[in-house]
Every structure is written in structure tokens, then in C-alpha cells.
């Protein structure tokens, strides 16, 4: 058994060693791989073979695909989004150029096929070049499927939206309701409702602005806006100068506070495929009278996040995080300097005393309720109150004092290093 244990680790050995040269082989015959992909190309898509002018950034998409999953491979590890964020602008420039969806997904598995044969090619007709082969069958299709998905829904994106800026009647209509004024021309109030938007429909506006130099972003950026909030009717969108704006139907508070989180995930999804951006939603607007109150909310609320970009979402935040959240150098030096070295030197320490005072002011001054949320001992609680109030001055069971702290509170973690 012990004989039969140590040729299995030897055979595997053998095998990855295989693997090692089939994939180092592929890499060094880089240039010549994708000359053949090329080829292929041309030769199984017509589409492609009628767009000369395209194909010395196709060649070069083609070799980034190889260079990146081959050398993930060679490395044992799995590709990661930022990895393969080149295909966005990959995606936007296909669908810009005319070819049909279907044609551009094509041209991923022809290039796919044309590295399996190479593949098999270089693993050769040992038994253990072949198993090594058939090692990379599953990452290579886990690759394709990945990038595929990728592909396809930036294409999508871009096709649905790039024609914003040329779209006349939406940009008329846009500026129409950012004044206020409900259309007077039939197309426009067609338009409107094609919209989801009527007399008095309640809707929020949602400014956003790309902080990547990509010529794309603009319209990257408008296509998952439109995505995230096209719930109930899809939503206008516009690339209006420097900034993307979007109106979107809205049946309630809550679920204007649906739609924050949507867009939440949004910026997310584009901030981990390298394209970040500033983004706000507003309060809601009820109706088109009530937009330029709303437009201009989310203009200053993204304008203040212009340059680190993320995420501004005034229908989740509470009017006391919003006052905090705006504050000036004034308010700051208003703060009791030895409030905030209290709180700094907690913040250091674990935050244990702001915990306290932020889950006492959240249970009504209930110190039982605030111990079972915190899970510790009552005594524990009233122990680390007592303590903040010696070295602040600060009653946390006073109203006065204990809006004092939560502001302090709030100020600390906005001036806090990151």
C-alpha cells in the first residue's frame, strides 16, 4: 500500500510537471497562437472577416484573453475580475462598430477552440500529457463562461444606452421635467409615460459622474443605472455633460430606500471591474414640479464625493446623518477638545465606549436593552457610561449631552484615517 501511495504522488507530480511545460510552451509561442486565432477568426465569422479596420484591436483583445488565463493557470489560481476589466472597452467598441452580439461571442469561442488545440497539440502522446491536457479542460471553460458573461453585458449596456447623447427628444425631456414644468408637447408627454412618469408620479433623481478618465465610462455608468433602477418602468437616463442623470418612478419611501440599495450594488459590481464613480440618489420628488428640488440634492450630494467617488443614498440616511454628514471645519472646533480626545483615544482601543453610547442611545436609554444587544453584564454597561461621563463631562442619560456625543461620535469617524 505504501508502494502504491508513492507512485500516485509521483504520477501527479509527473502530471503537474506536464501541465508546467504544455502551459509554458503556449506562452512562448504567444505571438504565433494568436496568428492562428486570428485566422480562425476570419476565416468562421464573417462579420469579422468584413471588418478590416478592426482587427489589430481584436488581435490585441485575443492575446490579452491568452496571456491572462494562461498564466493564471500556470500560476494554479483562479482569474480575477480586475484581471479582465479590458473587456469592457473590448465590448463597447464591438457594439459601436456594428457587429451583432452573437458575432462577438462567437469570436470567444473560436479563440477558445484554437487554444484547446494547441493544447492538445503540446501535450503530445505520453499518457501524461495527456492527462495534464485534460486537467486544463475545466478552467478553460470556467474561463470562457466567466469572460463570456462579462462580454455580454457590457455589449448590452452600451448598445441599450450609447444613443443617449444623440437621443434628442430624451434630452429635451429631461430638461423639460428638471425645470419643473410638466410637457406641453404630445411626443414629450408620450415620452414621459413611456417613462413611468405622469402629473404626479413620485420619482427620485439620481446624478452620477465617472472619476476614470474612460471615454466609455459615461455610458457604462448610465447603462447600470438604468438596470438597477428600471423596477417598475424603465427609468431616463441621460449622459448630460459631465454627469449621467436618471429619473426613476418610485411608489414609496421604501421603495426608494429598494432602489438606493440597487444602485448601492451597482457601484459596487463597476467599482470592482476598475471603473469607479460618484453617485446620489435623491429624496423623493412628488411629481415633476417637485424635480428641481431633487436634481439639485443629488447634484451637491455627488458633488461632494466628486473626486474618492461612492455612494450617496438620501433615502436610507436618518436627518441627523444627513446633518452630520455635511458638516463644516466650524462645527468640529465646536466639539469639547476633551470630547474629542476622549473619543479618539477610544477609537484606538477598540471603539468599546462609543458602542456603548451609540447602542444606549439606539435602545430608548434602556440600560438592560442595551447590555442584551451588546451581550455584556448591565454592570458592564453602566460601568462604561459612568467612565465616559468622569472623563468628558458628558451625562449620556441627559438629552442634551448625549446629542452632543452622538454628533461628536459622528464627527470622529468622518475625520478618521482610513
Known amino acids: 500500500m505504501a508502494t502504491q501511495g508513492v507512485e500516485?504522488?509521483?504520477?501527479?507530480?509527473?502530471?503537474?510537471?506536464?501541465?508546467?511545460?504544455?502551459?509554458?510552451?503556449?506562452?512562448?509561442?504567444l505571438d504565433s497562437l494568436v496568428e492562428a486565432a486570428i485566422a480562425a477568426i476570419r476565416a468562421e465569422i464573417p462579420a469579422y472577416a468584413a471588418r478590416d479596420e478592426i482587427f489589430?484591436?481584436?488581435?490585441?483583445?485575443?492575446?490579452?484573453?491568452?496571456?491572462?488565463?494562461?498564466?493564471?493557470?500556470?500560476?494554479?489560481?483562479?482569474?480575477?475580475?480586475?484581471?479582465v476589466a479590458f473587456i469592457r472597452g473590448a465590448a463597447t467598441r464591438r457594439a459601436r462598430a456594428g457587429l451583432a452580439l452573437e458575432d462577438y461571442i462567437a469570436a470567444y469561442r473560436v479563440g477558445e477552440k484554437v487554444l484547446w488545440n494547441a493544447v492538445v497539440?503540446?501535450?503530445?502522446?505520453?499518457?501524461?500529457?495527456?492527462?495534464?491536457?485534460?486537467?486544463?479542460?475545466?478552467?478553460?471553460?470556467r474561463y470562457?463562461?466567466?469572460?463570456?458573461?462579462?462580454?455580454?453585458?457590457?455589449?448590452?449596456?452600451?448598445?441599450?444606452?450609447?444613443?443617449?447623447?444623440?437621443?434628442?427628444?430624451?434630452?429635451d425631456l429631461l430638461e423639460q421635467l428638471?425645470?419643473?414644468?410638466?410637457?406641453?408637447?404630445?411626443?414629450?408627454?408620450e415620452a414621459a409615460e413611456r417613462h413611468g412618469v405622469g402629473h404626479d408620479t413620485p420619482l427620485v433623481a439620481i446624478v452620477a459622474a465617472a472619476t476614470s478618465g474612460e471615454s466609455d465610462a459615461p455610458?457604462?455608468?448610465?447603462?447600470?443605472?438604468?438596470?438597477?433602477?428600471?423596477?417598475?418602468?424603465q427609468p431616463l437616463v441621460v449622459v448630460r455633460r459631465d454627469e449621467v442623470v436618471a429619473l426613476a418612478a418610485?411608489?414609496?419611501?421604501?421603495?426608494?430606500?429598494?432602489?438606493?440599495?440597487?444602485?448601492?450594488?451597482?457601484?459596487?459590481?463597476?467599482?470592482?471591474?476598475?471603473?469607479?464613480?460618484?453617485v446620489a440618489v435623491s429624496t423623493v420628488a412628488n411629481g415633476p414640479s417637485e424635480l428641481p428640488r431633487a436634481y439639485a440634492e443629488a447634484r451637491q450630494a455627488v458633488g461632494r464625493i466628486a473626486?474618492?467617488?461612492?455612494?450617496v443614498a438620501l433615502p436610507s440616511l436618518s436627518a441627523f446623518e444627513y446633518l452630520t454628514s455635511r458638516t463644516d471645519d466650524t462645527v468640529g472646533r465646536l466639539v469639547d477638545p476633551r470630547v474629542r480626545q476622549v473619543l479618539a483615544e477610544d477609537r484606538a482601543r477598540g471603539s468599546v465606549l462609543t458602542t456603548t453610547v451609540r447602542a444606549f442611545a439606539e435602545a430608548d436609554l434602556s440600560l438592560r436593552v442595551t447590555a442584551e444587544r451588546l451581550h455584556i453584564h448591565p454592570n458592564t454597561a453602566q460601568y462604561r457610561l459612568r467612565r465616559l461621563e468622569e472623563r468628558t463631562g458628558r451625562n449620556p442619560r441627559r438629552f442634551r449631552d448625549l446629542v452632543e456625543l452622538l454628533i461628536a461620535i459622528a464627527l470622529d469617524e468622518q475625520s478618521a484615517p482610513t
Open 307 to 311: 473626486e474618492s467617488g461612492g455612494v
Open 219 to 233: 455610458h457604462t455608468v448610465s447603462g447600470a443605472l438604468a438596470r438597477a433602477a428600471g423596477q417598475k418602468a
Open 8 to 29: 500516485t504522488v509521483e504520477r501527479r507530480d509527473v502530471v503537474r510537471a506536464e501541465r508546467v511545460r504544455i502551459l509554458s510552451a503556449l506562452l512562448g509561442d
Open 250 to 278: 418610485v411608489s414609496s419611501h421604501a421603495d426608494a430606500g429598494a432602489l438606493s440599495e440597487r444602485v448601492a450594488a451597482a457601484h459596487e459590481r463597476l467599482d470592482a471591474e476598475g471603473l469607479p464613480f460618484a
Open 144 to 171: 470562457v463562461d466567466f469572460v463570456t458573461t462579462q462580454a455580454a453585458r457590457a455589449y448590452v449596456e452600451f448598445r441599450q444606452f450609447a444613443v443617449a447623447d444623440a437621443d434628442r427628444e430624451r434630452r
Open 178 to 189: 428638471l425645470s419643473g414644468e410638466w410637457p406641453a408637447q404630445t411626443e414629450l408627454r
Open 121 to 141: 497539440s503540446a501535450a503530445g502522446r505520453s499518457p501524461e500529457g495527456q492527462e495534464a491536457a485534460l486537467t486544463l479542460a475545466a478552467p478553460l471553460m
Open 56 to 83: 489589430a484591436d481584436v488581435k490585441e483583445q485575443v492575446a490579452a484573453h491568452y496571456r491572462t488565463k494562461l498564466t493564471a493557470f500556470l500560476e494554479e489560481r483562479t482569474v480575477a475580475l480586475e484581471e
